[in-house]
């Protein structure tokens, strides 16, 4: 059901925020405007916004197995 794909892709969307720090959002957003105004899209962007959070092992593993999940979710719902 689409509802509940998106429910789950919403609560793991929002478990990937909480995973991070204040000073590592800023740090992504700062590498994404940059990296958009220096005319990069698409998976460039999302390198430099990644290295930019700097994360420790432990959010390394866990920001993969969510990102993973959400791209699953995402990809069921485009399926549809």
Do not use: Y
């Given at each position: ?8 892709r919403?609560a793991?969307l929002?478990e ?14 700062d590498?994404?405007k ?6 990069r ?6 390198r430099a916004?990644?290295e930019a ?9 866990q ?9 699953e979710?995402?990809?069921q719902?485009?399926?549809r």
């Amino acid at each position: 059901d689409v509802d509940e794909i998106r429910r789950q892709r919403t609560a793991l969307l929002k478990e990937l925020d909480k995973l991070l720090t204040p000073q590592q959002k800023q740090a992504q957003a700062d590498a994404r405007k940059k990296a958009l105004a220096d005319g990069r899209g698409g998976v460039a962007v999302r390198r430099a916004m990644d290295e930019a959070l700097e994360l420790s092992p432990e959010q390394r593993k866990q920001f993969n197995q969510l990102r993973k999940e959400i791209s699953e979710l995402s990809r069921q719902l485009r399926n549809r």
